[in-house]
């Protein structure tokens, strides 16, 4: 497990902040019956939140960072391997808020599909792609 | 009312000819009578504390993923069958091998309702035997029915015999006379 890089390289300044973010809560493992009066049942058959997700985009972004986000997203095996994200991706929150979204407990964050890049020459890039946080069965 | 429901999953795997001993032991009324269980490994495990380790009636049951479907009852009284699915893992793998296959182990099943609390409320046991396994790429499949067929309708058995009713018919001929 690598976590998501938060720099191009270890001495890199440059850090990889998206420039759009939107993410959800996440949700129970609920189900629910409504019977023909309207009166709903639900249950449950888990105690925690799985499903968080965490949509992020990198506007006008360098070829290098392109590279460092192939490079990781190849590393993880694409949507295989969960994996943790940097305080850089929240970048401007709220650090109360910031580490709540970070850090939900037992979730990793996966790939929930290949990262979408727009490439506008010469070294312009949009990229953008979902995380999603689950609950990793240990 | 929202409730919150667990189920704890114990199984006795035998690994060795000892279960033919201990599978005779069976007691539909009273529960599984373990005795000289010898050479059994016990599996326990719950399904809604996510990675806890929850001590209920002085066992701990870790977590695992599994679900269970397929429980059914019949006027006739025939054997309820189950299926306990579990992820291609290796704890479900090792849970399959120890009991030859699924073929030599018995489950406790308890289904317990918990309170907005986590505080139980009621719980039901059902007790089975494992009847064989089934795998997939991403699912184990573990087989059970109850213990015991309850009593059926006809007995007991009636039997045709000469003495009974004459000569026995060698064909499903019929003639009235």
């Known amino acids: 497990m690598a976590d998501f890089p938060s720099r191009v390289s270890a001495t890199s300044r440059i850090d990889i902040k998206p420039t759009n973010r939107s993410f959800s809560f996440g949700e129970y ?22 499903n968080y997700s965490l949509e992020l985009e990198f506007a006008n972004v360098s070829d290098a960072i392109v590279s460092v986000i192939f490079d990781h997203y190849h590393g993880q095996g694409g949507p295989l391997n969960g994996f943790r994200i940097p305080d850089t991706l929240l970048s401007g929150m709220d650090s109360d808020l910031a580490g709540r979204i970070q ?8 790939y929930e599909a290949a990262p979408e890049v727009q490439s506008i020459p010469p070294d312009l890039n949009t990229v ?11 | 009312m929202a409730l919150k429901i667990v189920q704890y999953f114990e199984l006795t795997a035998f690994t060795s000819a000892n279960a033919a001993r201990s599978l005779a032991n069976i007691d539909q009324a009273d529960g599984i009578v373990q005795k000289g269980d010898t050479g059994a490994v ?38 309820a069958l189950v299926q306990v699915l579990f992820p291609n893992v290796e704890v479900a793998l090792r849970l399959v091998e120890q009991g030859n296959g699924n073929r030599l182990s018995r489950l406790e099943l308890t289904t317990a309702w918990l309170n907005e609390n986590d505080g139980e409320t009621k719980s ?25 067929d309850s009593v059926s309708g006809k007995f007991p058995a009636r039997a045709l015999s000469r003495n009974l009713v004459g000569i026995v018919p060698l064909n499903s001929e019929l003639r009235l006379q």
Do not use: C
């Open chain 1, 29 to 50: 493992p609920i189900k629910s019956y409504r019977s023909i009066s309207g009166a709903v049942i639900k249950r449950a058959f888990g105690n925690r939140a799985f």
């Open chain 1, 103 to 110: 850090r939900p407990e037992g979730i990793l964050w996966f």
């Open chain 1, 128 to 138: 953008s792609f979902s995380l999603t946080g689950e609950l990793a069965y240990q």
């Open chain 2, 42 to 79: 016990v599996h326990r495990y719950q399904n809604f504390f996510i990675n806890q380790q929850i001590k209920r009636a002085g066992k701990r049951f870790d977590f695992a993923p599994f679900k269970m479907e397929g429980t059914s009852s019949t006027l006739g009284g025939d054997n």
């Open chain 2, 124 to 148: 039901i046991a059902e007790r089975f035997l494992g009847i064989g396994a089934s795998f997939s790429e991403t699912t184990i499949e573990l087989r059970f029915r109850s213990a015991m």
